[in-house]
T-cell receptor, first 110, second 114 residues
């Protein structure tokens, strides 16, 4: 089976950089995804890493180390609108379903 | 806007009742996934359909069932409802059977069982 661990809450100030970590245990690995969810809203896709290294998309970057079963989401130049829950997710062996972590609530303070 | 639509947005019903949630995937997407999100359980995968066929099952209760129709819209049926079924139900879609990157989520249906 799959399990993921991420911190439950992170607080940072506007303009700062924050890193949300995710460690996973899977019987097979098919990539690590990150989703953002504002309160009561739909999860929206942020990034996907299948190979080791850093993927950058604007202010957001995601990193993966398969040997360490570890990844992180890096958010730069934090804005108030970044306050949301962030979920890491892995695919199951068949690749059909996503298994989500419990989510990290990011609070951005002014 | 992801392009995935779900109806209704809110649903309030009583224990023991049956409800149907509807989802229309993005144009061109053949896969539909259903997820349940409750406060204590997080986002849980329920079931996947691809081009009308069930392809993957998660922790879906026997009281719950789903189907995908020829026009690719999907319905999730919840019966003999219990208080614990109160949750947000999301539908997501993707182009292929095996989604290696992005799934597009609908706005969700908030179900309240009283």
């Amino acid at each position: 089976g799959q399990s993921l661990e991420q911190p439950s809450e992170v607080t940072a100030v506007e303009g700062a950089i924050v890193q949300i970590n995710c460690t996973y245990q899977t019987s097979g690995f098919y990539g690590l995804s990150w989703y953002q969810q504002h309160d009561g809203g739909a999860p929206t896709f942020l990034s996907y890493n299948a190979l080791d290294g850093l993927e950058e998309t604007g202010r957001f970057s995601s990193f993966l180390s398969r040997s360490d079963s570890y990844g992180y989401l890096l958010l730069q130049e934090l804005q108030m609108k970044d306050s949301a829950s962030y979920f890491c997710a892995v695919r199951d062996e068949g690749g059909n379903k996503l298994v989500f972590g419990a989510g990290t609530i990011l609070r951005v303070k002014s | 806007d992801s392009g995935v639509t779900q109806t209704p947005k809110h649903l309030i019903t009583a224990t023991g009742q049956r409800v149907t949630l509807r989802c229309s995937p993005r144009s061109g997407d053949l896969s539909v996934y259903w997820y349940q999100q409750s406060l204590d359980q997080g986002l849980q995968f329920l079931i996947q359909y691809y081009n009308g066929e069930e392809r993957a099952k998660g922790n879906i209760l026997e009281r719950f069932s789903a189907q995908q129709f020829p026009d690719l819209h999907s319905e999730l049926n919840l019966s003999s409802l219990e208080l614990g079924d109160s949750a947000l139900y999301f539908c997501a879609s993707s182009v292929s059977l095996v989604s290696y990157n992005e799934q597009f989520f609908g706005p969700g249906t908030r179900l309240t069982v009283l």
